[in-house]
């Protein structure tokens, strides 16, 4: 079992930066691809970032590339997002995600298939 919280969220201005955490409970982090998700009102949730499980590859939504990076401490049980350059439509309820397919293949894995989620943080860029 995995318990997985995030927090960071909040409100910002077009062009500026926040950095979500997301802390995991549970001693088996380090085997897990750690992933961000998230989901603005009246649309699907969509893939953000994947993060393999040793940290060492990525794999980032077109929509994000060169703006947002994922990245994980394994020793201290956290995944992290800094995202830059936000947008307005940035704007959404960001989710951290837990499973053991590949950092690929999570970004194809339906909202129902995920293993573990989050509670989710709230994003909103004002423009």
């Known amino acids: 079992q995995v318990q997985l919280v995030e927090s960071g969220g909040g409100l910002v201005q077009a062009g500026g930066s926040l950095r979500l955490s997301c802390a995991a409970s549970?001693?088996?982090?380090?085997?897990?691809?750690m992933a961000w998700f998230r989901q603005a009102p009246g649309k699907e949730r969509e893939f953000v970032a994947a993060?393999?499980?040793?940290?060492?590859?990525?794999n980032y939504a077109d929509s994000v590339k060169g703006r947002f990076t994922i990245s994980r401490d394994n020793a201290k049980n956290t995944m992290y997002l800094q995202m830059n350059s936000l947008k307005p439509e940035d704007t959404a309820v960001y989710y951290c995600?837990?499973?053991?397919?590949?950092?690929?293949?999570?970004?194809?894995?339906?909202?129902?298939?995920?293993?573990?989620w989050g509670q989710g943080t709230q994003v909103t860029v004002s423009s």
């Open positions: 549970g001693r088996t982090f380090s085997s897990y691809t």
């Open positions: 993060v393999s499980v040793s940290g060492g590859s990525t």
């Open positions: 995600a837990a499973d053991r397919r590949s950092y690929v293949v999570i970004a194809t894995i339906s909202r129902g298939g995920v293993a573990y």
